[in-house]
């Protein structure tokens, strides 16, 4: 630990999603503007705050360990995040914790280090950077447009956690987005519960296709995740078809067969996805299509999961995840009959990816040929590693570049593509 002289030291360790990322970032932007350093490790560490997550069990399970381990190597600490609705289960295993918080509790977390470590006066501190302290790469950020959820999915309790859905207001976006294209960010990946449902609550007429024509004018690249198909996207594919906005789109449809959908409650389940996926393409050819789909869910039959590999043959998805389906707790899901054994369900996982692998090898042996611009993320032994147009940062696959060890972090570069694989590309150099 650290005198009491020296500049109060917090950790921070932020799991789960991207948008909990987001939050581990606003934090240490405050802490970091009182005076606090930023500590890498237990030992160094004053406090340590643990942003969890509750999502699924397994999730729940890894910030329990995570809890634990930051009790036994440092003792103080601050827990936060979307475990933190459980108080009283965290305080029976742990009665030792400084500050338990909910999801999205900025200030309350801050308070709670005010409580432990006071902050200190300091006028030779570190000035914090314009665009605050990011916990991802110089070259790319995630930009967070709103909170919570209105949809009532019976596998999920992001609802419960997080609240209704809340934009953020347009132009409170639009400070932070320049703020962090002028400090060097090349892409924004826009992020929230329900992307395409942004505006909806703030009634001045303020929707998505909006926000993201705003964001275009930025001349960085801009990533659209978590877009619900709800007609209005239409709009946001012509955006990219024009050039305006990535030719990217995160849809999470979940599963494909309608009784399925029905069990799930998920919203729009009668929405013809393979008409507009079709449509979408129509408008914009190299539009790059990721999702996310949940096998093993409770009624699942074999009928329901042989439609869903139909329709993903149809569909012909560029970015694939796929989750086994867990109990919650909480989630309406786990009440539901039909729970379909575990065995079963690894099995059928192994199915899908397998499916799912030949259709992405498919579409990116196509690539082969051409030039992309591929912006640099980092190196291995051998080869320069990017991303391309059609490729989020660690959900999707990358760019192999043999020639390319010259290169910086963060260049944007064209690549000529001279093979695949299931999930990655290899290339060259363009010549000068």
């Not at 001045?204 to 926000?211: A, H, S, T």
Request: with cysteine; aromatic share 6%; charged share 25%.
């Amino acid at each position: 630990m650290n005198d009491k002289n020296s500049q109060p030291q917090v950790g921070i360790i932020s799991l789960g999603c991207s948008k909990a990322l987001v939050d581990s970032e606003r934090i240490l932007t405050k802490l970091a503007a009182e005076g606090y350093a930023i500590s890498n490790s237990y030992e160094g560490a004053d406090v340590v705050i643990v942003n969890t997550c509750g999502f699924i069990d397994s999730a729940r399970a890894e910030s329990m360990d995570t809890i634990s381990e930051a009790m036994n190597e440092n003792g103080r600490v601050i827990v936060t995040g979307c475990l933190g609705i459980n108080e009283d289960e965290l305080r029976k295993t742990h009665p030792g914790i400084l500050a338990v918080t909910g999801a999205h509790s900025y200030e309350q977390v801050v308070s709670a280090v005010h409580d432990a470590l006071p902050p200190t006066s300091n006028p030779f501190v570190d000035l914090v950077p314009e665009a605050g302290i990011k916990l991802t790469p110089r070259h790319y950020a995630y930009l967070k447009i709103s909170e919570g959820c209105n949809h009532k999915c019976r596998f999920c309790i992001i609802p419960s956690i997080r609240g209704k859905h809340v934009s953020r207001p347009i132009d409170e976006i639009m400070r932070e987005a320049e703020t962090l294209a002028r400090s060097g960010v090349k892409e924004l990946l826009v992020i929230s519960q329900d992307t395409s449902a942004y505006g909806v609550d703030l009634g001045d007429g303020v929707k998505i296709q909006e926000l993201a024509e705003r964001l275009g004018e930025l001349g960085i690249w801009i990533r659209m995740h978590y877009v619900y198909p709800y007609p209005h996207v239409d709009g946001l594919v012509e955006l990219m078809a024009d050039g305006k906005i990535l030719p990217y789109i995160d849809v999470p449809f979940q599963h494909a067969s309608p009784s399925v959908l029905k069990a799930m409650a998920r919203p729009a389940h009668q929405e013809k996805s393979l008409g507009r996926i079709k449509k979408w393409r129509d408008i914009c050819p190299d539009l790059t299509i990721r999702s996310t789909f949940i096998v093993g869910f409770p009624g699942e039959t074999v009928k329901d999961f042989e439609f869903m590999l139909d329709w993903l043959e149809e569909a012909e998805l560029d970015r694939v995840g796929c989750f086994k389906y867990e109990n919650v707790k909480g989630a309406p899901a786990a009440d539901l009959p039909g729970h379909v054994d575990q065995e079963e369900i690894d099995a059928r996982w192994e199915q899908f990816m397998e499916v799912q692998q030949d259709i992405s090898a498919k579409r990116l042996v196509k690539k082969i040929g051409r030039s992309i611009d591929v912006l640099i993320d980092g190196f291995d032994e051998q080869s320069a590693i990017g991303r391309s147009k059609a490729d989020s940062p660690e959900v999707d696959g990358v760019v192999y570049i043999e020639d390319g060890a010259h290169l910086s972090t963060g260049d944007m570069v064209s690549v000529k593509i001279t093979g695949s694989d299931e999930y990655d590309l290899y290339g060259e150099l363009e010549s000068k």
